[in-house]
């Protein structure tokens, strides 16, 4: 199966007729992962979609989205290896003494804080 096979079948399942320009949106996502960072790359595309379909944007117009956001991406001031400067001085705690083995994940709330116990009874 290549790249074409894979876009047409995924349009299927999503059910969208659409044609896409995969060099474009292929470009777009290179530029964001090299010059913002990798996650950014599926990000972009998934953005770049969403705005096309707001918009209910022509082919012309994607490809106007696709130029600005690919623009930004090659302006981007931070190298794609800094960190986040809000993640920066976030102190780590150290764990390392407590017992994980008998915890479970249904324990634990999405935040991380546990579980009422009432909620895990039903």
């Known amino acids: 199966m290549n790249l074409h096979d894979w876009i047409d079948e995924l349009c299927d399942v999503l059910d969208v007729e659409h044609e896409i320009d995969e060099a474009l949106v292929l470009d777009l996502a290179r530029v964001a992962a090299h010059n913002v960072q990798r996650p950014a790359a599926p990000i972009?595309?998934?953005l770049l979609g969403y705005a096309a379909a707001t918009h209910a944007?022509?082919?012309?117009?994607?490809?106007?989205?696709?130029?600005?956001a690919?623009?930004?991406?090659?302006t981007w001031e931070r190298p794609a290896d800094?960190?986040?400067p809000v993640d920066i001085n976030d102190p780590i705690p150290d764990d390392s003494s407590v017992d994980?083995?008998?915890?479970?994940i249904a324990e634990f709330e999405d935040d991380g804080t546990p579980a009422d116990?009432?909620?895990l009874e039903d």
Request: aromatic content about 4%.
């Open 82 to 84: 800094a960190p986040d």
């Open 70 to 74: 690919s623009g930004l991406a090659d």
């Open 100 to 104: 994980h083995s008998g915890d479970s």
């Open 57 to 68: 944007a022509d082919p012309a117009r994607v490809e106007e989205l696709a130029g600005l």
């Open 44 to 46: 972009t595309t998934y």
């Open 117 to 119: 116990e009432e909620e």
